[in-house]
């Protein structure tokens, strides 16, 4: 669906401090390089509005998941000298290996059966294309399983045209967990082993860890786009997204009447409502709201916290607003949900969730306003 020239919530994207955020990481990535990830549309803010940008500040490697998303972003940035990675790798279905030549994509290749696919591919190529080595050192998700596996893989496949390895952090937002040790310590022994190949270890979390795993190349995603990366420490980032959703209508309601579905809100006392223009149909999430077993996020009006009460509707989210002015939260007027007063990840975990799921299913019933750029 088209994005509406008017709507009734305003999704404002900074691009100019989402590249300050990528500067800030490539400072931390150094001596290494700096990528983007940038799958998931751009985490939700549109691929064509994050990419460019981030390539004119001096990104030049770029991590999508699916060769969908590999090509999207190879028609907005045709340059040689930007390289896109796959991070899903060959799929197991008929993949169109000759897409990731032609559109001059490396796969992140996991898997032995991967290798030989794309070793025999390669070498019918006259310069065997680009790709990745992803090595599991505790995700247990994708990857081959121990530096044994690849080392015979890589054996056996013969040249593959790989350039890169990398692994993931399981846990690197929390930095005392033991894994992130043993994950670095796994991925020097192979980086020991295949020398020839650059490195990258670190995502957002990870380029903030005592001991910096930078490598060759960092590969930061969700705190480009504003998110903490050192959850219970003040955030590094600069606020990237804002929503502003219009107020609709407003209402007093008494002591003991309830709102919204399954009245899982009472109120305690005589309360005014204000019922704003978005729900979970626009990608926010259903727990957001205040209900009898625990407290819900808190969003900003007239410069002052309100609680969200009662369940999310579809389309409708209520705010308690009593302790405004009654001359405040007026019906036309605007509730900023996040990116003021209260952050994107205040408002996630609030809600019940975490940030990257809120940005990753912002929808396109927003009007989409982007500035600083």
Not at 4 to 15: G, K
Not at 242 to 258: F, H, K, M, P, S
Not at 284 to 301: H, M, S, T, Y
Not at 348 to 365: D, K, P
């Amino acid at each position: 669906m088209s994005e509406p020239a008017v709507a009734p919530a305003i999704l404002t994207i900074d691009v100019a401090a989402l590249v300050d955020n990528w500067r800030l990481l490539a400072r931390r990535a150094a001596p290494g390089d700096c990528a983007a990830v940038v799958k998931a549309n751009g985490y939700g803010l549109g691929i064509e509005t994050v990419a460019p940008p981030l390539y004119a500040a001096g990104c030049r490697a770029f991590f999508v998941a699916q060769i969908g998303e590999g090509k999207a972003l190879r028609a907005l940035l045709p340059q040689v000298d930007a390289r896109i990675y796959v991070l899903n790798g060959l799929e197991a279905k008929a993949d169109p290996l000759a897409d990731y030549s032609a559109f001059h994509l490396a796969p992140a290749i996991g898997s032995a059966a991967e290798l030989e696919r794309w070793g025999a591919f390669a070498r019918l190529q006259a310069k065997p294309p680009a790709a990745a080595l992803h090595l599991d050192t505790g995700m247990n998700r994708l990857g081959f399983e121990s530096l044994d596996a690849l080392k015979a893989a890589a054996a056996a496949a013969g040249a593959s045209g790989a350039d890169l390895l990398m692994s993931h952090f399981v846990s690197s937002e929390l930095p005392d967990d033991p894994l992130n040790a043993l994950q670095i310590a796994r991925f020097e022994a192979a980086r020991a082993a295949l020398p020839r190949l650059k490195t990258s270890l670190a995502n957002s979390s990870g380029l903030f860890l005592p001991r910096l795993p930078a490598f060759d190349l960092g590969r930061p995603g969700y705190a480009l786009y504003g998110g903490n990366p050192t959850p219970g420490r003040p955030n590094p980032m600069k606020t990237v997204v804002t929503l502003d959703v219009a107020i609709q209508q407003t209402r007093w309601i008494q002591a003991g009447e309830t709102c919204g579905y399954n009245g899982q809100w009472t109120a305690r006392r005589r309360t005014r409502l204000a019922t704003l223009l978005a729900g979970y149909a626009d990608g926010l999430p259903r727990g957001a709201g205040f209900v009898e077993a625990r407290d819900g996020a808190e969003i900003e009006i007239a410069g002052r916290r309100c609680p969200l009460v009662g369940r999310m509707s579809m389309d409708l989210i209520i705010a308690d607003v009593t302790d405004l002015p009654e001359t405040a939260a007026q019906p036309g007027e605007t509730a900023r949900l996040f990116g003021g007063a209260v952050s994107l990840d205040e408002f996630a975990e609030r809600s019940g969730t975490i940030g990257y799921t809120v940005l990753t299913g912002l929808s396109r019933r927003y009007a989409r306003r982007v500035v600083g750029g």
